[in-house]
């Protein structure tokens, strides 16, 4: 069991998703800082890509201004060291599969291990084709990290329950990242369906953006929430200013549900 896996199997955590480079490595240095700082269990770093297909609009012009600013995969690597050296925090990449193809499966592999990554998701590489990349990972100690949704049928969710390791994205909705104001009521049968595959620790994410919609995933039984395209919007409007106060407050949200998820489990 690798520390990703340790620390969400606690239950009550938050998964806070930043963009590696946006506005610059520098600032996204101090928000990734300014958001584990304030509480945030995991942070997720996206690694920019320029047709991000499973991404919204926020996400997505946070990628082009972190490219912009000269973000490319070797001075992500930088960044991750720095965050790694600095925290404890598990971390956890996401990008798409042609950057990883294009710097060749080993050296990603080799250098997510030495920059201190834990896990990494990969939203356009389905689990059909996905065995080499999990191999080279696994020899890395490096989690590969699943998406399921409410359309995956029960041959293949069993199929990825029993390849998963890490923690299981749950999407919460079909489509795009994005903020929403509400959970969608079927979220709960989604993780309903994948807890009788596997124990794994189960994260809910696409659309989550308050304390609110943090609380209902962890009534639903997640262990964990994840909040991306609101992180992602109040960094590029305010910086770190209030964006401590927001995370801080979704952090309390999940933490205050621990006792539910960790009941559900049961």
């Known amino acids: 069991m ?114 201190g990554l834990d896990g990494i998701i990969v939203p356009d590489l389905p689990y059909e084709e996905s065995e080499a990349f999990r191999k080279t990972l696994k020899k890395q100690s490096v989690d590969f990290i699943f998406l399921v949704a409410e359309t995956t049928p029960p041959s293949r969710m069993k199929k990825i329950a029993s390849a998963a390791s890490g923690f299981i994205y749950v999407v919460s909705l079909l489509g795009t990242t994005g903020a929403r104001k509400n959970v969608a009521a079927n979220v709960k049968k989604t993780i309903a369906r994948i807890r009788d595959e596997t124990d794994l620790p189960l994260a809910v994410g696409f659309g989550i953006s308050s304390p609110e919609n943090v609380s209902e995933v962890m009534s639903f039984g997640a262990d964990a929430a994840i909040v991306g395209s609101a992180i992602v919007k109040l960094a590029h409007e305010k910086g770190t200013v209030g964006l401590h106060d927001y995370v801080a407050s979704l952090k309390k949200a999940a933490a205050g549900s621990r006792a539910i998820a960790k009941h559900l489990r049961v």
């Not at 320029?50 to 946070?62: E, F, N, R, V, Y």
């Not at 201004?65 to 992500?76: Q, S």
């Not at 990449?93 to 294009?102: E, G």
Request: glycine share 8%; charged share 25%; with cysteine.
């Open 2 to 115: 690798n520390e990703l896996e340790k620390t969400l199997r606690e239950g009550g955590k938050l998964i806070a998703f930043i963009v590696g480079g946006d506005p610059s490595p520098d600032k996204s240095y101090k928000i990734a800082s300014g958001v584990i700082e304030a509480g945030a269990d995991v942070l997720e770093v996206g690694l920019p890509f320029s047709d991000p297909l499973a991404d919204g609009p926020t996400i997505q012009k946070a990628s082009e201004r972190a490219l912009k600013a000269g973000m490319n995969t070797d001075k992500y690597f930088k960044l991750i060291k720095r965050v790694r050296d600095t925290y404890e925090t598990p971390l956890v990449c996401l990008t798409y599969y042609n950057i990883i193809l294009q710097y060749g499966l080993e050296k990603f592999a080799q250098k997510a291990a030495y920059s």
